[in-house]
């Protein structure tokens, strides 16, 4: 190490690491999950899954990524920067998409077996979605449980 080079230039990305830190920050903000290393490939015109397991490998040592298991869709940006961490309640599309989809699937299982704890699960999702600001779904899932509450009421 020279001396202008310092400890933490060692663990500062390379442009193109940068990039593709970037290309995961949107992908994930995008659709509420992590790329897969193909996606990577074809999204940032690599030639191969061995240079994007490299580049992916190298932010893992430096911090900048996590890897959550052994899925395909398991990176995270690391948070230690705090860079791309958001300082508000807002959630960005794929996140709402997300969101929405497993409240959906609370209501299916609802639907099939109603029980009070579930019921009661649900209410505090809606709050949830309403202090996220996402009061379209909030409401729209309101009105379904108030449904759910009536056909439960009528038939006891």
């Known amino acids: 190490m020279n001396e202008k080079q310092t400890v933490d230039d060692k663990f500062r990305p390379t442009k193109k690491q940068l990039i593709l830190l970037k290309f995961i920050e949107d992908f994930i903000g ?3 999950y992590s790329p897969s290393y193909r996606e990577i ?4 015109n690599y030639t191969s899954v061995a240079t994007v397991a490299l580049h992916i490998n190298s932010l893992i040592a430096r911090g900048h990524l996590v890897k959550r298991g ?3 869709r398991s990176l995270e940006l690391a ?4 860079e791309h961490k ?3 309640n807002q959630v ?3 996140e709402e998409k997300w969101l929405v989809e497993k409240v959906d699937h609370l209501f299916a299982q609802l639907e099939q077996n109603p029980t009070d704890e579930q019921i009661e699960q649900i209410n505090i999702l809606i709050a ?3 202090i996220l600001g996402l009061d379209g779904a909030a409401h ?3 009105a379904r449980l108030t449904e759910i509450r009536a056909r439960l009421a009528s038939s006891v």
Do not use: I, V, Y
């Not at 490939?41 to 940032?44: K, N, R, S, V």
């Not at 948070?79 to 705090?82: A, I, K, M």
């Open 140 to 142: 729209g899932f309101s």
């Open 70 to 72: 052994r899925s395909a």
């Open 30 to 32: 995008e659709h509420g």
């Open 92 to 94: 960005r599309a794929g």
């Open 128 to 130: 949830a979605l309403k």
């Open 86 to 88: 958001l300082a508000t």
């Open 41 to 44: 490939m074809a999204g940032l």
């Open 79 to 82: 948070e230690s920067s705090g």
